[in-house]
């Protein structure tokens, strides 16, 4: 009986069962030190992201701007009774998935004063391809394709003959009417997709 080769088996087979246990062992440390390791990355990846799906509150500012989601557009006595509607630029605070930017420019407005408490507000932006809208005195009327509405924002048609483009009316914006009490023209400014005849609003 060879006694070596039974003890070189022997060594070989402890051997052998100690590399796989080393290869197991190695393989669970690899396992949880992956999985402690997904805990932290998930959270962050959570925290991360998380602007993107939750609904961002506008915070209220103070004076002149935004607040409550309605921006100040300008005083009542700035208006007189009757007159031309006139531009207002409005500004508003804004979000993006994790940035907020104060007093930003939002958009531009119409502004005509109907009665001593009354007035009405039209979004500057034309329904047809979203080009800035132009008043003459008497009528708004878009540069681009020559869409027309009178003062009211109603479409109007041409006197050439031509189809008015614009699918819809300009769009009227809801005016604060506490704010508007108080001598102040707030509005809730919104704009809207274009080439569509139903009014839908961008969120």
């Known amino acids: ?5 039974d ?17 197991t062992m190695a393989a669970v440390t690899g396992c949880v030190t ?18 993107l799906y939750r609904k961002q509150k506008l915070p209220a500012v103070v004076g002149t701007g935004a607040v409550n989601n309605i921006s100040f557009v300008c005083s009542l006595n700035a208006l007189q009774i ?4 006139q531009r207002f630029k409005v500004k508003g605070d804004q979000f993006n998935a994790w940035n907020f930017e ?21 979004n500057a ?3 047809h391809a979203g080009c800035a809208v132009a008043c003459n005195g008497t009528a708004f009327v878009c540069p681009c394709h020559n869409s027309s509405f009178d003062l009211d924002g109603a479409k109007l048609k041409s006197d050439s003959g031509r189809e008015n ?23 809730e400014f919104q704009n809207f997709y274009t080439g569509r005849e139903d009014r839908k609003p961008k969120t």
């Not at 009986?1 to 080769?5: G, Q, R, T, W």
């Not at 992956?34 to 602007?51: E, N, W």
């Open 82 to 85: 009757g007159a031309a509607p």
């Open 1 to 5: 009986m060879d006694v070596n080769k």
């Open 165 to 187: 483009p614009s699918p819809r009316s300009m769009d009227p914006l809801d005016v604060d009417s506490r704010k508007l009490a108080e001598g102040e023209i707030w509005v």
């Open 34 to 51: 992956a999985l402690v390791g997904l805990f932290p990355f998930g959270a962050g990846l959570a925290a991360y992201l998380s602007p």
């Open 7 to 23: 003890v070189d088996s022997t060594e070989k087979l402890n051997q052998t069962d100690a590399d796989r246990r080393h290869l």
């Open 125 to 127: 932006t034309c329904p």
């Open 102 to 122: 104060a007093q930003k420019d939002i958009g531009d407005v119409f502004v005509r004063r109907t009665s001593p408490d009354r007035v009405q507000v039209l």
